[in-house]
């Protein structure tokens, strides 16, 4: 059974970084190494928006045009950890996130992709 359990989140004033971490447990290297693996956030009283995806196996990413040359999506496979680096956070990054993974080929990761497991997520809060 495949756990995410993401860590990392906390507050932080506008033009801080956060780094968020999310660990997968239950996931086989060669499983993993065949997965998409996102993050997302979703905003106090807005939908869920899609920051960030990338595949394991070859390091495609795909970012989100609000967090563009802010924020880097990377993985650690020998780990099975997905990490965000946020840096220059605005108030309008406050939000919880959650990281997401499914198996799928490398064309199907992208920002629209639809993904089977989630994390718990995690608050992230910017203040002026």
């Known amino acids: 059974q495949v756990e995410l359990v993401e860590s990392g989140g906390g507050s932080v004033q506008a033009g801080g970084s956060l780094k968020l971490s999310c660990e997968a447990h239950g996931y086989g290297y060669t499983t993993y190494r065949s997965s998409c693996l996102g993050w997302f956030r979703q905003a106090l009283g807005k939908e869920r928006e899609a920051v960030a995806t990338t595949y394991a196996g070859d390091g495609n990413t795909y970012y989100a045009d609000s967090v563009k040359g802010r924020f880097t999506i990377s993985q650690d496979s020998t780990k099975r950890t997905l990490y965000l680096q946020m840096n220059s956070l605005k108030p309008e990054d406050t939000a919880v996130y959650y990281c997401?993974?499914?198996?799928?080929?490398?064309?199907?990761?992208?920002?629209?992709?639809?993904?089977?497991?989630w994390g718990q997520g995690t608050q992230v809060t910017v203040s002026t």
């Open positions: 997401a993974a499914d198996v799928r080929g490398s064309r199907g990761c992208h920002l629209r992709a639809e993904f089977r497991y």
